[in-house]
């Protein structure tokens, strides 16, 4: 349990963090002369399976292979979309044609020229049959032109106003087309080694030990990136982390990487930063999925008593010190307009947990238990080691008793999202821009027991559901969007198969030598183009 100093220190620190952020492009630290040079020693965990967005969705892939490829476009702190690979875009006045005028003299890694056949080739190859988010959103898009080697339009059947919301390199990620033509995509060598057009250029990867990138001598915007080579080690142990940026042997540590009570030390030394701008892009929420085809979670009833059963401000408080707000919906509450408050509520109330438990006819046993259930909760750390005990004793309370089940990210996504072998998992998903993007994926039919992580884990089957799905897609008329969105919420809080908990605010620790490592609001998941090393700042 929390002391009740660490708790006042934890909120006192997210405060802080919170209100402070990272300092952003434009203040007196970015107007500084860019030093060139250098090796930025980064933090990656958990591994990574693979390196290429495009097939595998997890952050740990995307904080790599960010750095490696480029999007179309990016987004700004304001998530507004900029150029990079496409350097203008045209929309047709009837929302069906998006033309996209391709950046010249880019290159590839290994040399060969970047076209438009390139990503003409992922759209059709990729983009529309492995992505592992939005496929539906591709799929609209039912062919793609290249009149010349810098120029593509795509052709929509109908307008898709969530298009612009994932061009990035992350979103729609555009692979060579001359490396993986005529291959199985999925188990190319190279997803391991890839080849991007992006500022950082991958050198090896030493399986439990370091991911080592070069700068990219060829980048297309001359002089950047101003970093010599980036190194990702890897460091299961959160402590060891914590230890490293205090020592200065890490200069940069993304996706909330030590527990709280270290960054809330960290946070008051001259040499270390904390900060939690360049997860706009995100929107990142926790959630438990129930599998609502295993026995304990059939009864809706139940799914509501579980809701009910758990503190969600106290999870926040003791678990997440502070870095999130109680969810009530799938859809963030800053996902304005989109977000419904009108929803079904499960405040904390465990007398009516209880009483939902008899109505279902679990009554308590001679024991004080009523069934019992295994929890597999995601492998990134202790914050998510740390939400599986609280949900644990959540349960207990109201006689429910809980086995925690720990493995590997691997074991663990073909568990929940292919063999289903599973009765509660608790994870975090991305909603981005649109919750088109990030949301429907964790409730369409379409992706039940597919093996695609972070998708429709809980087995929900929804016809009204899935019906709104394909309306958004093609819906132009904002209003009505809207309304399918709101309507939407309604369905998944009634029928309870995803139990939202926290809207999470992730945080980074940098150096305070390391500057402009935050320029865009899809930071993340974006290259550090614009980062430097200053001379070190001496301790106190």
Request: no cysteine; aromatic share 10%.
């Amino acid at each position: 349990m929390i002391s009740r100093r660490s708790f006042g220190s934890a909120v006192a620190l997210s405060t802080l963090v919170l209100a402070a952020g990272f300092r952003q492009p434009g203040s007196a630290q970015a107007a500084e002369e860019p030093r060139r040079g250098g090796t930025l020693n980064a933090i990656i965990q958990p591994e990574p399976v693979a390196l290429t967005a495009a097939v595998l969705s997890s952050a740990p892939t995307g904080i790599v292979g960010g750095n490696i490829f480029d999007g179309l476009i990016k987004y700004d702190l304001d998530l507004k979309p900029q150029p990079e690979l496409a350097t203008r875009w045209e929309i047709s006045p009837d929302g069906r044609t998006v033309t996209l005028h391709l950046r010249r003299g880019v290159t590839w890694h290994d040399g060969q020229p970047f076209t438009a056949a390139d990503v003409a080739w992922s759209l059709e190859n990729v983009w529309k049959p492995l992505n592992p988010r939005n496929p539906a959103l591709f799929r609209n898009i039912t062919r793609a032109e290249t009149p010349d080697p810098h120029t593509v339009v795509f052709h929509l059947a109908e307008p898709s106003v969530a298009l612009f919301g994932l061009l990035n390199g992350n979103g729609a990620q555009i692979l060579p087309k001359h490396l993986y033509e005529g291959t199985n995509v999925l188990t190319n060598p190279y997803n391991q080694k890839p080849v991007g057009t992006g500022p950082f250029v991958f050198k090896e990867w030493v399986k439990g030990s370091h991911i080592l990138l070069e700068r990219n001598p060829h980048y297309w915007d001359a002089g950047k990136p101003y970093l010599d080579r980036i190194v990702f080690r890897v460091m299961p142990d959160g402590a060891a982390r914590a230890a490293a940026l205090e020592k200065g042997e890490i200069h940069y540590a993304p996706l909330s990487p030590i527990p709280l009570r270290d960054a809330d030390r960290l946070a008051k030394l001259p040499t270390i930063r904390v900060g939690t701008a360049g997860y706009a892009w995100l929107t990142p929420w926790l959630y438990l999925d129930f599998n609502v085809q295993s026995e304990a979670f059939r009864d809706v009833r139940v799914r509501r008593a579980v809701a009910h059963a758990i503190d969600r401000d106290a999870l926040i408080k003791v678990v997440w010190f502070g870095f999130g707000t109680a969810a009530i919906s799938p859809v963030a509450s800053s996902l304005r307009p989109f977000h419904n408050p009108d929803v079904p509520l499960y405040p904390f109330d465990p007398k009516r947990a209880e009483a939902l438990l008899d109505e279902a006819g679990l009554k308590r046993g001679p024991d004080g238990i009523r069934f019992a259930i295994v929890h597999d909760y995601l492998p990134y750390g202790e914050d998510y080691r740390r939400t599986g005990e609280f949900v644990k004793a959540a349960l207990k309370r109201v006689g429910i008793e809980v086995t925690l089940r720990g493995q590997d990210t691997a074991a663990f996504t073909r568990r929940v999202y292919g063999e289903r072998d599973f009765d509660l998992s608790s994870s975090w998903a991305s909603a981005f821009p649109d919750p088109q993007l990030g949301v429907a994926r964790l409730y369409s039919s379409e992706f039940v027991g597919r093996n695609i992580p972070w998708t429709n884990g809980s087995g929900f089957r929804n016809h009204e559901v899935d019906a709104i799905f394909k309306a958004v897609e093609t819906e132009p008329d904002p209003a009505r969007r809207v309304a399918a969105w709101k309507r939407f919420q309604v369905i998944a809080q009634t029928e309870l198969p995803t139990l939202p908990l926290v809207e999470l605010k992730f945080f980074n620790v940098y150096a305070a030598r390391l500057r402009n490592a935050v320029t865009r609001g899809d930071q993340i998941f974006g290259p550090l183009t614009e980062a430097w090393l200053d001379e070190p700042v001496k301790s106190q």
